[in-house]
């Protein structure tokens, strides 16, 4: 029989890299898709045909409601979310709505229409914020640095309490950065292999960061969406900490993708307090062991390195094609 999935998020990086997967599997995929005035597909253009669309959003749970009843699901992927932490300063009550509340509406709407359905959170390592322990696993306790991070910690606990409290499979993943060339410009990796490529091509002289010495354990986003799909297959829900057990500094990142194509990092960036964070994340690592043990799941199939060349690759198309 055909299995169904409900992605919320399926314009983004996570979802629509689920949205390639659960199709290679033969799911019929239903994408929660909310009204912007431009329609935001570049993700997913190449499987647009194949996404059975539901009109929605997040923060109305009548419209959850009715995505459910017509998904009627097997699986939900709640990817959605006001995902920057540098906005969630900035916009710290929408961030609190969409990225933290909205996970209760899904909640509620699956409860209400569909309490059988298989729920994935998309919870994630700023839940860690300023590290108590160095690796953070399952069982670390969280310190959030940001309104993402508090609102993420919300999301996660509430996905506990709706297991524990009508015995629903839900799982909360807790994924470390992961990064592709459909990553959003504004996080740094990609504002970094972005600018590397214009650097390249000529068309720029210099790139503004902020914290060079922060320090990520950056994934490849394709490897960890396999994870989520795992989860959601198992005996019994539960939550996982996905991650490579690797970090590199920001810094360490400029090396690797400048040097990918001949330059010297050191000539092209600059550091601009304008990109400082109010609080940061020094340092996250995390330790996938109980993914790799109880999943069967691994790390590091796409190595950093491989990673960062790839991401400057993809770039360097994509300006060369904008510019001609
Ligand atoms: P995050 O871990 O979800 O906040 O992912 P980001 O890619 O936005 O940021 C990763 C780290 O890079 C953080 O510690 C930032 O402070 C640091 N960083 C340094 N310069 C920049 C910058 O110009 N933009 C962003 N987004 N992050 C920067």
């Known amino acids: 029989m ?16 689920l949205a390639d997967l659960l199709l290679e599997k033969g ?6 898709r909310r009204r912007t005035s431009v329609p935001i597909l570049e993700n997913i253009q190449h499987i647009e045909k194949e996404i059975e669309f539901i009109d929605g959003d997040l923060m109305d749970l009548s419209s959850l409601i009715h995505a459910v009843k017509i998904a009627n699901p097997d699986e939900v992927y709640n990817l959605g979310a006001q995902s920057f932490v540098g906005t969630s ?7 609190g709505q969409v990225t933290a509340l909205s996970v209760t509406n899904m909640l509620e709407a699956i409860r209400i229409v569909k309490p059988s ?9 700023e839940m860690f914020g300023k590290v108590v322990e160095t690796p953070q696993k399952e069982s670390t306790p969280f310190y ?23 015995n629903m499979y839900a799982c909360s993943g807790i994924l470390f950065n992961h990064e592709s060339p459909r990553r959003g410009i504004e996080f740094v990796t990609r504002k970094i292999t972005d600018a590397v490529a214009r650097i390249k091509l000529g068309l720029q002289n210099e790139l503004r960061l902020g914290n060079l010495d922060a320090l990520r354990d950056w994934g490849y986003a394709k490897d960890y969406v396999e994870c ?3 989860m959601l297959q ?5 939550d996982y900490v996905i991650a490579t057990g690797e970090t590199h500094s920001v810094r360490e990142f400029c090396e690797i993708a400048f040097g990918h194509v001949g330059l010297d990092y050191q000539k092209y960036v600059v550091t601009d307090p304008k990109f400082f964070r109010a609080a940061e994340v020094d340092l996250l690592l995390g330790d996938p062991s109980k993914a790799i043990n109880k999943l069967g799941w691994t790390p590091q199939k796409t190595t950093f390195e491989q990673l960062v060349h790839l991401m400057v690759d993809s770039d360097l198309g994509k300006v060369k094609r904008i510019s001609n």
């Open 2 to 17: 055909t299995k169904s999935a409900l992605i919320t998020g399926i314009t983004g990086q996570d979802g629509s890299y």
């Open 27 to 32: 799911y019929r995929v239903f994408g929660l």
């Open 89 to 95: 300063w900035d916009q710290p009550i929408l961030t």
């Open 117 to 125: 359905a298989r729920y994935y959170q998309a919870s994630s390592s």
């Open 144 to 166: 959030p640095r940001s309104p993402y991070g508090v609102a993420k910690v919300y999301g996660h606990w509430m996905t506990v309490n709706y297991r524990e409290s009508y």
């Open 228 to 230: 989520m799909w795992l």
């Open 234 to 238: 198992q005996d019994k829900p539960d």
